[in-house]
């Protein structure tokens, strides 16, 4: 009967890698910066599940959550050095390592999903793609939409750029997110994502700002208790392929990846769509107080973009380059 079994087993596993098209199965190790029930998450297992559906089985990949593989940054150097196969990590995160994809963290530019989208799945993406395969040896091959970047602290309702003015916020090690609260008056603390919810519960800072469903997947709520609805960005988390990685595999093999990456860009949205709304209502329950900006933003909205997108045209390829994001997007040109 054993031998039955492993006859059957040895067969399956034959059809499944011939269905690959591949001389051997692949586990590809995925370093994700964000915990269980995040969109990050969320887009790792429909790229699993779609990989698997390609081919017939005979490759997958297993997400390791939660910065378990070093901080989002540090994934980056390790996918251009073909140390880690693939990373699902924030856009801003990327930034250092190719700058031209500032334009996604610009403040203000992206101002809603459908925004996110049009940029991300059109000539626009693929050109970033490129430039970050060109810059950091890293190939964007989904995108995850996360929703807009919420300001939460320990402290106090804050609505008002001076309510801002005595907090000490951590920010991701990204020169455009620091200077978008230097625009607010306040001096930032750089801290890497994989510290800082430690950072929030030691109060080394007292508040950070990330989506509510990356603020509920991190257990943000217990260690902070108000949210402002800032807008000023739009959160998207690439799922990134070490290049070097990518050229080892056939073509078949790369085209299945490539086509596992659209279908989870695509699942990403809806989840999205489908759990934002409950999951501001389960932070509200868990005992967050969520607040508006007073006056629609305006005060902070004026102070980012003039203040900060003057200071960035360079390292994003010239005024030119946000005019054509502005122009996708149907906004006025700067
Ligand atoms: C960050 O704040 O560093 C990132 O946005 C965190 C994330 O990946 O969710």
């Known amino acids: 009967f054993v031998k039955k079994v492993c006859t059957l087993a040895a067969a399956v596993s034959t059809v499944a890698l011939m269905a690959a098209g591949a001389a051997d199965a692949k586990n590809f190790k995925i370093a994700v910066g964000d915990s269980a029930g995040s969109p990050q998450e969320a887009t790792g297992k429909f790229f699993i599940e779609a990989l698997e559906q390609k081919s017939g089985g005979a490759h997958t990949a297993t997400l390791f959550l939660n ?91 804050v609505v008002s750029v001076a309510d801002l003015q005595d907090l000490v916020i951590r920010v991701p090690k990204n020169e455009i997110m620091i200077e978008t609260y230097k625009s607010w008056g306040i001096n930032p603390t750089p801290m890497a994502w994989s510290e800082t919810f430690t950072g929030l519960q030691t109060k080394v800072v007292d508040g950070q700002d990330n989506p509510y469903m990356t603020i509920n997947a991190m257990k943000f709520y217990e260690v902070q208790n108000h949210v402002t609805n800032l807008r000023y960005i739009f959160s998207i988390e690439p799922l990134i392929v070490s290049e070097a990685v990518f050229q080892d595999l056939s073509e078949d093999d790369q085209k299945m990846i490539l086509e596992a990456g659209q279908e989870a860009t695509r699942k990403s949205a809806q989840f999205l769509r489908d759990s934002e709304a409950a999951i501001k209502e389960e932070l509200i329950a868990k005992g967050m107080e969520i607040v508006d900006p007073e006056n629609d933003e305006a005060e902070f909205i004026q102070l980012a973009t003039e203040g900060v997108w003057p200071q960035f045209y360079d390292s994003i390829g010239g005024v030119e380059k946000l005019n054509e994001v502005l122009a996708a997007i149907g906004r006025d040109p700067v």
């Open 67 to 157: 910065g378990q593989l070093g901080s989002e940054q540090d994934t980056v150097n390790e996918a251009a050095i073909g140390t880690l196969d693939m990373s699902l990590l924030a856009i801003n995160n990327v930034t250092p390592f190719s700058p031209s994809v500032g334009v996604f963290t610009l403040p203000y530019v992206i101002l809603s999903l459908e925004d996110a989208e049009t940029l991300t799945q059109g000539p626009i993406g693929q050109e970033l793609t490129e430039n970050t395969l060109r810059d950091a040896g890293v190939r964007i091959i989904a995108w995850t939409y996360t929703g807009f970047r919420r300001l939460t602290n320990s402290k106090k309702p």
